[in-house]
């Protein structure tokens, strides 16, 4: 039997390790995907907190109907919400590791200039960014403004002047 067939398994007859290995393969492949699909794929909690809810929904519904066995789909998601407690716990302390598996915020706007490079980037058009301004400070224009941020979660975090400037 080669390693990969040991480690993954392969049918319906998986061992409990080889449903763990999965569920941290998966885990991690999910950092990377939502990494690769932007902040914008994912708002109001972070995208590191989604892909916890969408594994644990896609893996928890296969014990709810029965397709894969019941103990080893609770083993996996144990192993798996351990694993993500513990990346949270890592990134708590580690700015790095943070910023490499969060993300950081990425300016948008600053003193009267678009960063039309990260607009591009993130895929955010001048009527999403004054969209943000009016939610959030209830602004229609960008002159009482000193910097929008896309935020890690995906949100916009914008910042008035002050009465100095």
């Known amino acids: 039997m080669n390693l990969i067939e040991k480690l993954f398994g392969q049918g319906e007859n998986l061992t409990v390790y080889q449903m763990c290995f999965r569920a941290l393969v998966i885990y991690l492949l999910a950092i990377l995907y939502v990494r690769l699909a932007g902040k914008r794929a994912f708002g109001k909690i972070s995208s590191f907190d989604n892909i916890i809810v969408i594994t644990l929904g896609a893996m928890l519904s296969r014990a709810i109907v029965g397709i894969s066995p019941f103990v080893h789909i609770l ?3 144990l192993v798996l919400v351990s694993f993500h407690r513990f990346v949270a716990w890592i ?3 580690d700015h790095a590791v943070g910023k490499l598996v969060k993300g950081e915020p990425v300016s948008l706007y600053k003193d009267g200039n678009l960063n039309e490079t990260n607009l591009r980037k993130n895929a955010i058009s001048h009527q999403d960014l004054m969209e943000g ?6 602004e229609n224009s960008l002159e009482n403004i000193k910097e929008i941020f896309l ?3 995906g949100e916009f975090g914008v910042v ?3 009465e100095r400037q």
């Open 160 to 162: 008035r002047k002050t």
């Open 75 to 77: 083993a996996s998601t």
């Open 91 to 93: 990134t708590q302390r």
């Open 133 to 138: 301004v009016r939610i959030k400070l209830n």
């Open 151 to 153: 935020e890690r979660n």
